[in-house]
């Protein structure tokens, strides 16, 4: 009798396993806006709606956050290169050294500064091997995807490694397809008909967006080129059985300014100053593409086993409408240049219409897309996973500090900067002076308590320059000495 009984329990634990090995992993869709600002959207991210929030249309991620998690306090590096290659990599950019963007070998966009000489930055990007010069060598989220069994698929902005180095072409880092991806971290032009060249404006060619010779002439916007082409790529992907993952890293909303015809005269009357009107006709074609794709997934019947992962490299540039209430723009170390919108749907998991008001940061997709795909045996990373915030949006993380960290001084001059509870330290590298801000209490970085909280300027400088010293992060060098800039607990801060 016990002999049956147990034989009998090892069959139900036999279907349970066979059960629970039939069950199909996930699909996932990483969709990567470039440029977007925190508050470019009809959905609004702050704790109530901001005149921004009224002038943009983007129902389709409302209707995401409707079925998913919205976290309003997500962040990413404040420019783009060290964004792609944190996310790719699960390691913060001090640590991999692409700290500012790449495109031609051997060369830094970066300025001349007074006082200031950038480090010797790798500059060419991430690279799937070792031996190339100025590069971080890693092995990347797609790389154990790939291994994993998923169908890796890129469509649209790269800007993973230099012209001329492995790190260029996204099929060398881990993706089965790769969709007009390459070197460039912008498009030639947005316009088929311009060929998606720079040509046109007498631009280099460099930046002239590959592979989609087939549009070429025709009257029609990159955004919705890539779409059809991501479309097709999901198309291929069900008809192999197999899992996909969906890098969708669109060009847009990054320059040039160039108006998508199909949404522009409907904000003729919005009062959106400069090139406000053609990012609103930008983001409404983005937030389209994000539209097309989700109804794919629903032709298919797959709409259930996809997760969908929406968020932005950077803070909104400088020559678009600022994203009030938050100050600075892209490559600032203020929120403006680094808080971007994020939301999360995963069938199953996320609550429907659910807010986060825990922490992420960009490293942290490489540990929670590895684990969204069920890969346990994963490298060690600086990157959170934020499963559980996702299982629970209670969950904040909000003991952890955060990092940044931008030597270089392309448009913006060189800093570190931490955040830590509600406190924000930024340590600017030439002055060697610090900013503290209360985030809870002045969101807008407008008044500095270094002099006041002296306390908590000197611990939080502390911890950033332990974590520097501990990634063995590169400084500056102050031209005046040939030393490097010290850590910001080497600074007696009096201003």
Not at 191 to 201: D, E, I, L, T
Request: glycine share 8%.
């Amino acid at each position: 009798m016990k002999l049956h009984c147990i034989a009998t329990l090892l069959g139900v634990f036999s279907l349970v396993s066979l059960a629970q090995a039939a069950e199909p992993r996930p699909n996932i869709v990483f969709f990567l806006v470039d440029d977007m600002g925190w508050q470019d959207t009809s959905l609004p991210f702050h704790t109530e709606a901001t005149a921004l929030n009224g002038k943009y249309r983007t129902p389709n991620m409302e209707k995401l956050a409707q079925e998913g998690t919205k976290f309003t306090q997500a962040y990413a590096c404040a420019i783009c290169s060290p964004t792609r290659v944190s996310w790719m990599t699960g390691q913060n950019a001090a640590r991999h050294r692409v700290t500012c963007w790449t495109l031609r070998k051997d060369v830094s966009p970066s300025r001349n500064h007074p006082k200031l000489k950038e480090p010797d930055w790798n500059l060419n990007g991430l690279s799937p091997v070792a031996g190339i010069e100025k590069t971080v060598q890693a092995t990347t989220a797609p790389m154990l995807l790939q291994k994993a069994g998923y169908h890796t698929i890129h469509v649209g902005k790269a800007h993973f490694g230099a012209v001329g180095t492995p790190g260029e072409d996204p099929q060398n880092v881990g993706f089965d397809v790769n969709i007009a991806g390459h070197a460039a971290g912008g498009p030639g032009s947005y316009w088929g008909k311009k060929n998606f060249s720079a040509k046109w404006r007498n631009g280099s060619p460099i930046w002239d967006v590959p592979g989609l010779d087939k549009y070429h002439g025709q009257d029609i916007f990159l955004t919705e080129a890539l779409t059809l082409e991501a479309n097709q790529a999901i198309d291929h992907a069900v008809a192999t059985d197999k899992p996909f993952f969906l890098y969708m890293s669109h060009y847009a909303v990054h320059a040039p300014w160039e108006k998508d015809d199909r949404f522009y005269e409907r904000y003729n009357d919005a009062g959106l100053p400069g090139n406000g009107q053609t990012l609103a006709s930008m983001l409404e074609g983005m937030d389209k593409s994000l539209g097309d794709i989700q109804a794919n997934l629903k032709r298919h019947g797959i709409e259930d086993n996809t997760i969908i992962v929406f968020m932005s490299d950077n803070g909104a540039p400088k020559n678009v409408p600022r994203n009030v209430p938050l100050r600075g723009h892209k490559i600032t170390p203020y929120e403006g240049g680094t808080r971007v919108p994020m939301i999360v749907k995963w069938p199953g998991t996320t609550q429907p219409g659910t807010t986060s008001d825990g922490y992420v940061i960009i490293e942290d997709m490489f540990p929670t897309l590895l684990e969204m795909a069920g890969i346990a045996d994963q490298p060690s990373s600086d990157g959170v996973s934020i499963v559980p915030q996702l299982q629970d949006p209670q969950v904040t993380h909000r003991d952890r500090p955060l990092f940044w960290h931008y030597p270089n001084n392309y448009d913006q001059p060189a800093y570190s900067s931490i955040r830590l509870g509600d406190w924000k330290l930024i340590y600017h590298h030439a002055s060697q002076t610090s900013e503290l801000f209360n985030l809870q209490e002045d969101l807008s970085e407008k008044t500095n308590l270094a002099q006041t909280h002296a306390d908590k300027a000197k611990e939080l400088a502390a911890t950033l320059s332990k974590y520097l010293r501990s990634v063995e992060a590169q400084m500056p060098i102050l031209k005046s000495t040939g030393q490097a800039v010290p850590w910001p607990d080497q600074v007696n801060d009096d201003a």
